[in-house]
C-alpha cells in the first residue's frame, strides 16, 4: 500500500511542470524506454556512467540502452555517447512501472554500475529471466550500513544478480557476507578510459591550475590560495560541482578584486569559471595541475581518476572518503598529493610555475602513465571477462 502511494504522489507530482521538468517523472514512470533486443546499463553518477559507455565503445556492434535518474547527466550523455548507445531517464523501482517498461520491449541483459541495487528491477528480471550484472562494484562501509535495516532484501537482491565484478577484496566480503556468489576482484573500472600515452604538448598547457567539482562551503580552503595565485598572475580555472553555483564564485572573486571571465577565455591573473555540465575533460586537456573537490567535505573527494587520464597530477584535501586507499597509493607513486588548503602550494617564476615543496608536477605527470598501469591492466583483465559474459548471455 505504502509503495502505490508514493508512486501516486510521484504521478502527481509529474503534473507540476516545473517538478517534471526538473525530475523528468513522466518520463520516469511511463517512458519511453527502447531496451527491446538490447542491454540495459544503468549509472547513478556521471562518473559511473563513463565507465558504461567506455564498455559501449569497446562493444561498437551491440546495441545499449543507458539510463540514469537524473535529468542533466542523461541530457550531457544525449551528446556524448556512444553512437549505439540511446539515452533515457531509469524508470521508477516499482512493479507497476516495471510492468510498462518490459511491455515496450525486454532488454537482453542488465548491468549496473557500482553499488545501484534496486529491488523491483532485480525481482522484474529475475522474474523474466534476464541476465543481470554488477560492474566496478563497491560496498563500503557506510553503504553496508544503510543496508543494516533490511539485510533480508539485500541479501535477496544479491541472490537475483547473476555475477559481479568488484573493486578491491574488502567489497567482495561484504557482498559475499549478504549471499553474493560468482564474485570477481577486478578493480575500478574507471580505470578504463586511461589512455596511457606521453602527451608531448604539457608544457604548452595554458592553465596552471584547475579547481574541479569544487563546493562553494569549500571556499574557506580554497579562496587565499587562489587569490595568492591569482597575485602571481597565474591562470586558474574553476569547475563548480553545481553548475548553478558558478555565480556564486564569480560574485565572491569579483567581490575580492579577482579579475574573472568565463571559460574557455583564459587569462593570466585571472579566473576562469566554467558555468556548464560535462567540461571537465575540456578543462583538464589544458591544464598542469588538478585540484579535486569534495575532499574538504564529509561526504569525500570526487572523481581523481579524471585528472590522471589526461596526465594531470592531483592535489586532494584530507577528506577522501571511499578513495582513501587508492589516494595513499597514488601519493607514494608520487602522482597525486594530499594537502591541508591551497595556500600550501608555493609560486615562483612569476606565477608561472606551481609546486609543493619536494614535489613537482611536471616530473608528476612523467610518472603517471607507469603509476596507473597496475589499475588499468586490472580493469581490462577484468573487461575481458565482462565481453565473454555479454557474448554468452546475447
Known amino acids: 500500500m505504502l509503495r502505490n502511494l508514493g508512486l501516486a504522489l510521484v504521478s502527481l507530482g509529474a503534473r507540476i511542470p ?15 524506454w527502447e531496451m527491446k533486443d538490447r542491454l540495459w546499463f544503468h549509472g547513478a553518477s556521471l562518473g559511473e556512467c563513463r565507465v558504461l559507455c567506455e564498455l559501449a565503445k569497446r562493444l561498437p556492434h551491440i546495441p545499449v540502452f543507458l539510463t540514469t535518474q537524473k535529468a542533466e547527466i542523461a541530457e550531457w550523455l544525449q551528446w556524448n555517447a556512444p553512437a549505439q548507445v540511446k539515452v533515457g531517464l531509469a524508470p521508477l523501482d516499482h512493479p507497476h512501472v516495471l510492468q510498462t517498461l518490459f511491455a515496450q520491449g525486454l532488454p537482453k ?3 549496473l554500475g557500482e553499488h545501484e541495487v534496486w529491488p523491483c528491477w532485480l525481482e522484474a528480471c529475475h522474474a523474466k529471466k534476464i541476465p543481470v550484472a554488477i560492474v566496478s562494484g563497491r560496498m563500503t562501509a557506510k553503504a553496508e550500513a544503510r543496508w543494516s535495516f533490511a539485510k533480508n532484501r539485500l541479501r535477496k537482491c544479491l541472490q537475483q544478480i547473476d555475477i559481479f565484478w568488484l573493486q578491491t577484496l574488502a567489497d567482495a566480503e561484504r557482498y559475499i557476507r549478504y549471499g553474493a556468489e560468482n564474485v570477481r576482484v577486478a578493480g575500478n573500472w574507471k580505470w578504463l578510459s586511461f589512455e596511457g600515452h606521453e602527451d608531448a604538448q604539457w608544457d604548452d598547457r595554458l592553465v596552471d591550475l584547475a579547481l574541479i567539482s569544487v563546493h ?26 553545481v553548475p548553478a553555483e558558478s555565480k556564486w564564485f564569480t560574485q565572491k572573486l569579483t567581490k575580492l578584486g579577482v579579475p574573472c571571465c568565463v571559460w574557455p577565455e583564459l587569462k593570466r591573473g585571472h579566473v576562469s569559471i566554467v558555468s556548464e555540465f560535462g567540461l ?23 572523481n581523481v581518476r579524471e585528472p590522471l587520464t589526461q596526465l594531470v597530477p592531483v592535489l586532494v584535501g584530507p577528506r577522501q572518503g571511499t578513495e582513501t586507499s587508492e589516494i595513499l597509493k597514488l601519493e607514494q607513486q608520487g602522482v597525486a598529493r594530499v594537502i591541508k588548503n591551497l595556500t600550501d602550494l608555493c609560486v615562483g617564476n612569476e606565477g608561472r610555475d606551481l609546486w609543493l615543496p619536494g614535489w613537482y608536477p611536471w616530473a608528476a605527470y612523467l610518472r603517471i602513465t607507469n603509476a596507473t598501469g597496475i589499475q588499468k591492466n586490472e580493469a581490462e583483465q577484468g573487461f575481458v571477462e565482462f565481453k565473454q559474459w555479454i557474448d554468452r548471455v546475447i
Open 18 to 32: 516545473a517538478i517534471n521538468l526538473r525530475f523528468g517523472l513522466k518520463a520516469r514512470i511511463y517512458g519511453p
Open 109 to 111: 541483459a542488465l548491468v
Open 216 to 241: 562553494r562551503e569549500e571556499w574557506k580552503f580554497l579562496g587565499d590560495g587562489i587569490l595568492k595565485l591569482v597575485e602571481f598572475g597565474s591562470c586558474v580555472v574553476v569547475v563548480p560541482r
Open 280 to 302: 571537465v575533460p575540456a578543462v583538464l586537456k589544458e591544464s598542469h595541475l588538478a585540484f579535486v573537490g569534495g575532499s574538504f567535505m564529509i561526504s569525500g573527494v570526487h
